[in-house]
């Protein structure tokens, strides 16, 4: 009790000089949100992110604090209120949605990075293969073979996907073979644990997993250019979250991207 009262009277104090110098009372918890930024990510983001991350602590000794999902996940969350400071998407179409639910500030868009999109299989079991119209998928596959990607009809890989089999011709002969899974890192799990014959995710996401290897990359003709739009959230436009938004579009980062695959524009 008694360290009830003497908390209580701490907070009075504080409130009170912070109304005598005319400035709103703001506990520490909230001011350490409001100078963290969150950046919600795509997945496929998440080891070159994390290397960022810890190298701008190390040049500014500042935190920053990453959430990691698929870009349809990550966007619905902000359309339901979640807090963030950065969105970075793996593809248009999610953050074209974030735009038009007024969720994000379009006049900060970049699109510094790109990918491609690959097949894989458990590296024990890998035979390379080429990906055209004439490739015969059923024979690929065997009698009950399953192709891991993200859901098809809203995760980013997973409509990749399914653009890239609709294009060669191919989307009716194999789409009762494919897992969706609910980001492309679920769908590499997948693949790595022998649960799938195969899978598409990104080349990047294929060069940090042990247990794979790329048999084949589709032709870049077969679908949209997979691209990373980043875009500060409205009412996020802080000094905090620019100077990390500047930073992830740097040259420090950039290093970063390439290291691990990505197209750097």
């Known amino acids: 009790m008694l360290f009830r009262r003497h908390f209580l009277r701490r907070a009075a104090a504080a409130f009170a000089l912070a109304a005598l110098a005319g400035a709103p009372f703001v506990p520490a918890a909230v001011r350490a949100q409001e100078t963290t930024p969150t950046v919600f990510a795509a997945a496929s983001l998440t080891n070159a992110f994390q290397d960022i991350g810890k190298l701008y602590k190390e040049k500014t000794a500042k935190d920053v604090t990453f959430s ?13 209120g979640a807090p963030a400071a950065i969105f970075a998407s793996a593809d248009n179409k999610w953050m074209d949605y974030a735009e038009g639910k007024n969720l994000t500030l379009k006049a900060t868009r970049v699109t510094p990075i790109g990918n491609s999109l690959v097949l894989i299989m458990p590296a024990d079991k890998a035979k390379d293969v080429t990906i055209d119209k004439s490739f015969d998928w059923l024979a690929f596959l065997g009698a009950d073979g399953k192709i891991a990607t993200g859901i098809t009809d809203s995760v980013p890989i997973g409509i990749y996907a399914k653009t890239a089999l609709t294009n060669l011709g191919q ?38 997993a042990k247990n794979v290897k790329v048999v084949a990359t589709f032709p870049a003709d077969s679908h949209p250019p997979v691209e990373y739009p980043f875009e500060i959230v409205k009412g996020q436009d802080n000094p905090a979250t620019k100077a990390f938004f500047d930073f992830l579009v740097g040259p420090d980062a950039k290093a970063i991207y390439a290291k691990y695959g990505f197209v750097v524009k």
């Open 68 to 80: 990691f999902a698929a870009s349809s996940a990550l966007a619905k969350q902000l359309e339901a």
């Open 171 to 208: 989307w009716d002969k194999v789409r009762e073979r494919i897992v969706g899974a609910e980001s492309v890192r679920a769908a590499l799990a997948l693949v790595e644990r022998g649960e799938a014959t195969a899978g598409i995710v990104y080349s990047t996401d294929a060069a940090v």
